[in-house]
RNA sequence: GGUCGCGUAGCUCAGUUGGAUAGAGCAGCUGCCUUCUAAGCAGCCGGUCCCGGGUUCGAAUCCUGGCGCGAUCACCA
């Protein structure tokens, strides 16, 4: 559309001026609120070139305009501004080709390939807050790209290894009493982060008695046995004894367990599981390679070193002098992996934001090598979820859990829905799904509808909203919309897809005249959908397509007040009216799965 | 200290990449349910867009200098 318009203009402003302007260089936007119209042509910067008020380009422009697209009905010229009114034909016409496309808004093919890497945890202890901002942007990036043209593959990489998964491991040891989630009754991964917990717990009293002798705090804690035996198990895991290796598997098989049932009550899911256990000797040999080629320095003591001040970062360490290698070596090993198996055009990492200097990094090694993928990682960066009392931090117990956190939103979803009393109809499982479908919509939204830079406070103690600009409202006005259809479904006698059902009348052109400014209004914003997409794919913005989706729901609210549907005036305002309904309902089911969050058929 | 990010209403956030009188929600106040679902709609109240300078027809947006908050700069991951 605004393409459309955008070479319109240039064309009539060759004619009036005779001067060429670039089309892509015409700023058209909405028309304001307080104005007639629904696009606005900005004619400041054609001034210069016609050499008149802007006042007087602006008409003169929009009866050049009229002349050329007779859709557009009328224009109205306030300073530099072109307002510009569509007809009812040109929303007739609209309407009509996006109900009857049942892909309205999906991009075509990019033929582009792309690898999106999120969720990225330990497999030491449960998922939480941090995680889940994580799991909801990574998810709804990827198919936000999916849906705007791109061929997206989702990964994951469990950091399955290290001195963390050993310490649950010697806590496990020391005071498990070869318990298992089964016996102890507790989900897998929440079963393992408790010895995680007691791991801590055990070197602080273990550590108590070297404190007393004058040692300082960081020294005693080395020197308790606990400590040590994780350490031991780090070297003997490295070595690959094979018992160690027995309690490792086991023990990070219970995560895998607990993390699937998170993911699945999450609704995300990988097409792939990267495990660092498997890419860190890769990430080794290229670091091996890169000294061979002289791209890395080895140092007398054996590390070896980037040396990155080219890029304006510093020098890197890559190996330790022991030979073992770093956080950095087994992303090499990782990103080598990844284009072995998939040869994308663009990686992205969804990963925080006191990442970035890590992977700024990442990419200018990949560089340094020549990787051809180098070129093509992007770290999509985020803020943190912050508490009212700071920081998250797992030692200390100041996480906020994400299974818990879904169990809460679900409960706080039921007892707002039984309050209501609208629902007594449903069976008990189809009241299940609902409070899923509220809580889970709830959650996703408040935390994908602030751009991903900024940190989220998230106060525990307030429930999150589920009125005004939440999910449950856009939930609610689809289900408001789906009451309507079934009602105009039943009074026609009329069974099948609603789609089919309430296209436009055939001969809406004719009706220009009635046509209310609400369900101009309401096309004007279904319009905006398929360019809404490339942008907030574009822009890797969930919180864009989160806003517009808002604002659908919030027109419909208005259309639905000020005309009334099944009432209308006479048949052919009613199947209008049906026909904006059904479109506005697949636009935000649309939108909302974008954003991962599902829609009711009653609420 | 260097680098990066953020700073908009009492609170939580938008602001279409430089356009009109800066918009929503929450909180507070007022109206609207014998009419398609009131988890809604309409209205009131609420602003030094952190501060100073610059660029231009025009700046919350771009440049520059400050201030504040945060992250990061490990032989941790």
């Keep these: 559309m605004e393409d459309t318009l955008q070479r319109l203009c240039a064309a009539a402003v060759t004619d009036l001026y005779g001067a060429s302007v670039d089309a892509a260089s015409i700023p058209i936007q909405r028309t304001g609120k307080e104005f007639e119209g629904q696009y606005t042509v900005v004619v400041f910067p054609l001034v210069r070139l016609a050499k ?36 009812a034909g040109h929303w007739a016409q609209f309407l009509a080709a996006a109900v009857r496309d049942p892909g309205y808004g999906k991009g075509s093919p990019s033929g582009e390939k792309i690898v999106l890497e999120y969720c990225g945890p330990n497999t030491n202890k449960p998922l939480h807050l941090g995680h889940t901002r994580n799991m909801l942007l ?10 705007a043209g791109h061929e997206v593959h989702k990964v994951n990489i469990y950091n399955d290894r290290g001195i963390a998964i050993c310490k649950s491991m010697a806590a496990y040891e020391a005071s498990g009493e070869n318990a298992t989630p089964d016996s102890a009754g507790v989900k897998g991964d929440h079963f393992v982060g408790s010895f995680y917990v007691a791991y801590n717990r055990l070197a602080t009293e273990q550590a108590k008695a070297f404190l007393a002798e004058g040692m300082d705090k960081r020294e005693a804690e080395k020197q308790t046995p606990i400590h ?17 290796r027995a309690l490792w598997q086991k023990m990070n098989g219970w995560v895998y367990e607990g993390f699937n049932e998170t993911f699945r009550a999450m609704g995300v899911d990988f097409e792939k599981d990267y495990l660092e256990s498997e890419t860190y000797l890769e990430g080794k040999e290229i670091v091996l390679e890169g000294v061979k080629r002289g791209i890395f320095q080895q140092h007398e ?67 340094q090598l020549g990787r051809p993928y180098a070129d093509g990682i992007t770290h999509l960066s985020y803020g943190m979820v912050d508490l009212p009392t700071g920081k998250m931090k797992s030692r200390e117990g100041t996480t906020v859990d994400a299974d818990n956190l879904v169990a809460d939103m679900i409960q706080t979803a039921r007892s707002k829905t039984e309050e209501l009393g609208k629902i007594e109809g449903l069976e008990q499982n189809e009241k299940q799904t609902l409070f899923r479908t509220l809580g889970l919509g709830a959650l996703k939204y408040f935390i994908l509808r602030v751009d991903p830079r900024k940190r989220i406070l998230f106060n525990p103690e307030e429930s999150i909203e589920l009125v005004g600009n939440t999910g449950p409202f856009v939930q609610y006005t689809y289900a408001r919309i789906q009451s309507i259809l079934r009602k105009a479904l039943k009074e026609d006698g009329i069974a099948g897809a609603p789609g089919a059902v309430f296209s436009p009348p055939a001969n809406a052109s004719a009706d220009a005249a009635s046509w209310d400014p609400a369900e101009i209004q309401q096309c004007a ?41 099944l009432k209308a005036e006479n048949d052919q305002a009613r199947t209008r009216r049906l026909a904006i309904s059904s479109l506005t309902a697949s636009v935000i089911q649309k939108a909302l799965g974008l954003l991962g969050i599902g829609v009711p058929e009653r609420m």
């Design 52 to 87: 008149q008020k802007p006042e007087a380009v602006a008409e003169a422009l929009g009866h050049a305009l009229m002349n050329r697209w007779p859709e557009i009905a009328g224009f109205n010229a306030v300073k530099g501004f072109l307002n510009l009114e569509m007809g």
């Design 138 to 147: 990574g998810w709804s990036v990827a198919e936000l790209l999916d849906f």
């Design 228 to 244: 040590r035996r994780a350490q031991e198990m780090l070297l003997a895991w490295e070595a690959g004894n094979a018992d160690v």
């Design 301 to 367: 003591d054996g590390s070896v070193r980037a040396d990155l001040s080219a890029e304006g970062l510093d020098e890197k360490l890559l190996l330790r002098s022991d030979g073992s290698s770093m956080y950095i070596t087994q992303d090499l090993g990782t990103a080598e992996q990844r284009y072995t198996d998939y040869a994308m055009d663009r990686s992205y990492y969804v990963v925080g934001s006191e990442q970035d200097y890590h992977f700024k990094v990442l990419k200018a090694l990949l560089q």
């Design 525 to 565: 914003t279904l319009a905006r959908f398929p360019a809404t997409v490339q942008e907030a794919a574009s822009n890797h913005s969930p919180a864009e397509m989160a806003n517009y989706a808002y604002e659908v729901a919030k027109t419909f609210n208005q259309f639905y007040d000020q005309v009334s549907v």
